[in-house]
Every structure is written in structure tokens, then in C-alpha cells.
């Protein structure tokens, strides 16, 4: 009887708690919406916009990110998408940026913004193909990360007013490189799939350039040369040994002959003016080497043929 009584007087004191337990359950939203989801989505995109234009980056996506959560239908979802898209491109983020493009507009295939997100992603992909990453004590080129996207951007508009811009995108992306082969293949797409586009002209002028450097061959970089030249002078200088002095000429000869062998070489190409060029530097940076003198041998041949070649006036 006693062990009766005491079960029933516990079941009697456990009733308090399990009542606090249902309360706190539908305070969680267990019984309804939460508090969270009762924000409308309004709401949730103007503070996500007034966080962007604070410059709150971290905050403006959080805020578009619960408007995309409780409020996927709704038509401020989609604008609360941008500001999440925009909040990336604001701090560089550009294959975050590009990922959420993507995924809204296969999310949202028909809606009222996709050109304003393809303008994005444009963006996007000429940010991209200008941009270097560093990778411990050098830096790594991002050009083909930008040409996938802006080639996805004309994948998307193939006739849209983005398209031919892309293209000629891709072309100054290669051209930057000092890759002028896929750059005039570039130019040379735009002037074939878009004739009526307002960059003719200048995609003309760029093939041309493009076709013109590759008629030259590579140009080539004087500075790593000359950079250990100056060194090992100066510690010739400062040393007042014979033998670095030694390794100073020889290593300025050893550069004036690189020159000189690419100015033959542009002479080979048909390339007179990248020759003449080659020529007239090493007179200036090299001249008491041999090599000057045999330059300006050339540059004096060259002179005489122009004025063989030249017509003679009528008397």
C-alpha cells in the first residue's frame, strides 16, 4: 500500500516537468513556425542588403541565406540569391561566386534576373582570367579558370548581347599570356560567328597584332640577363679578383650572343624590324663586345641594300 502511494505522489511530481518539456517543444516550433521562419522574406533581403552596403559581407550572406532557407518560393528568394553572389565578388571569391551563379540559375531556369546573373558571371570570368594566385614563392596564372566561365557564358546566350563580348574576353585573356596563338584563334571566332558585333574592328586589329608577334617568335626577356651581369660586376668591383672579373665578361658575352643569335633568328623570320631591333641593342648594351661590332656590320648592310633597293628620283 505504502510502495502504492509513493509511485502515485512521483508520477504526481513529474507532472511540472513534462508540462515544461511541451512548452519548451513548441517554443522550438515543434507546435508551428519558428520565430526565424515567421520573418518574411522581405525582410530578410532588406537586411541582407543593408549589410552589403555596410560592407558586411559575412552578414549580408547569412541574412540572404535564411531567405533562400524558410522562404524558397518566394520571388525576394531569388534577389536575396544576388546579394549571397555579390557578397563573393565583393572580397574576390570568384569560383564561390561562380558556383552560386550556377546553382540559381538551374534553380530558377525562367527567372526575371538571368541575364543580370550571366552579367555576373561575365564578370566573374574576365576577373578571373586577369587574376594570379600565389603558390608558396610564386604566382600561378587563373587564365583557363576564366576562359571555362566565360565560355559557360556563352554556352548559356550563344546570341545574347554577352556572347561576342566573351569571346573577345577569351582572346585578351591569351593575348596577356603571350599565348597569340589561341588568341588569334580567339579573335578570329569572333569576326566569324558574330560579323555584326560592334568589336569587329577592333578584333581585326588584335588578330592582326596576334599574327604579327607570332611572326616574330617569343619575345625575349632581357632582364634575369642583365640582372646577373650587374651582380657579378659589382661583386667584381668589390672584390678586386681577376677571375670574377673574368666570369663578368663571359657572362656579358655569353648575353650579347643570345641577342645576337635572336636577331638572326627574326632575320630568318623575314621579321627585318624585330631584327633591326635585336641589333641596336646590343650595340647600346654591349658595346665593346665583338658582338656590337658585328651588329652594326649588319645594320650598315641593311642600310646599303635599302638604299640600292630605293627608286631613283626623276631628274
Known sequence: M??????????????????????????????????????????????????FERKSYARARAEARRALRWHPTSPAAVDAWVVLIDSY???RNWPRAFEECERLLAAHPQTKLYME??????????????????????????????????????????????????????????????DYAKARDAYDRLLKQYPNSQLVIRARVRRATANQRLAEGPAYDHAPAQAARRDMEDL?????????????RDLRDITARGDYDAGLFYFGRYSIEGGIRYMKAIMARYPDSEYADRAERILALLKRLAAEAAPEEAP
Open 236 to 248: 667584381a668591383r668589390m672584390s678586386g679578383s681577376e677571375r670574377v672579373a673574368r666570369y663578368a
Open 2 to 51: 505504502h510502495a502504492r502511494l509513493a509511485g502515485i505522489q512521483r508520477a504526481r511530481a513529474g507532472w511540472p516537468l513534462a508540462a515544461l518539456g511541451l512548452g519548451l517543444a513548441l517554443a522550438a516550433g515543434c507546435g508551428g513556425p519558428s520565430r526565424a521562419a515567421r520573418v518574411p522574406a522581405e525582410q530578410r533581403l532588406a537586411d541582407a542588403r543593408r549589410a
Open 89 to 91: 565578388i565583393a572580397q
Open 117 to 178: 546573373v550571366l552579367r555576373r558571371e561575365f564578370q566573374i570570368g574576365e576577373s578571373l582570367a586577369a587574376a594570379r594566385v600565389w603558390l608558396l614563392f610564386f604566382t600561378a596564372k587563373r587564365t583557363e579558370e576564366g576562359v571555362r566561365v566565360l565560355e559557360r557564358v556563352i554556352e548559356r546566350a550563344p546570341t545574347g548581347p554577352l556572347a561576342d563580348r566573351a569571346v573577345y574576353a577569351i582572346g585578351e585573356a591569351y593575348f596577356r599570356d603571350g
